[in-house]
DNA sequence: TGTTGACTTAGACAAAGTCCAAGTTAGGAT
DNA sequence: ATCCTAACTTGGACTTTGTCTAAGTCAACA
């Protein structure tokens, strides 16, 4: 994560220590946590760091496309540091548990030019949905 | 929409002038209204109907599976009515616009078993982002 | 037509996110 | 090393979205 650092400060960010705070907390595998979980654990390191900074913070990684904000129930957003790879998601409808799922091909390729109604798309999020283990006892 | 109450009747619905007037107004194709939406089309035919029976109307239509609750933005859930006939959504990165698309094939079958991690999967939401014709302009 | 449990209501509350004016500070300039 | 200043952070007010509850109303059956 410190190259993502470096990284962005080669793009012009000034780096803070509740910047550095809220990227160590985004730092792994399988990471998908809503802003207040983020800034739950950014204060366990920084007491001091606010939510609007965590909101803020969070929205910049989005915009630099170092973070990945995935919407899988309506509720609060989770963001998602495994933005280099591409992948989906599964969910379970009974707990919420999220894990990143690797598809076969390519899921933009399934949609024809006929259903894109002049749309330049460029993305195609999907969601798998069912029970995990745990929830299927 | 007639048969739909009258579905419910037969499933021990109370037929209120409430749920009738929601009903009506998810009517049609291509609807993909957020509650307070629903609730302002509501208003307008029945004008004492509240925010909490049009959420609760709502979340029984979706339990009943007769609405689909689509959640393409982290902010309000929309309702989609076209619950009957499987499809995706086609969305404006711009303006937030939503269509009912239908991709080739089954999202579910490119998600191999070794990817399944134990999950009993039942559905995937397939979310296509791009910008519509008019804010490409 | 009466009865009753299901339904509706208004409003308080909660959760998630945005915005702003005032204070602080990283990092280039001196 | 220190100063300066635009960029950043802060706390709190505010908005949006959704849930809950106690009290009142009414659809449907008898």
Redo the contacts with the bound molecule.
Sequence with gaps: MNDLLERL?GR????????RVVAEVLDGEHVHL???QVHARAVAR?P??????????L?ELVALGEVLEV?TD????RYDPNAHRAHQHLVCSGCGAIRDVHPQGDPLAALPAAERFGFAVTTAEVTYRGLCPDCRA
Tied chains: 1, 2.
């Excluded at 001091?48 to 913070?57: H, L």
């Design positions: 400060r012009g960010w000034r780096l803070t220590s509740q910047r809503t802003a207040d920084l001091e760091i606010s939510r609007a900074t965590v909101y803020n913070t929205g919407a309506g509720r609060a957003r």
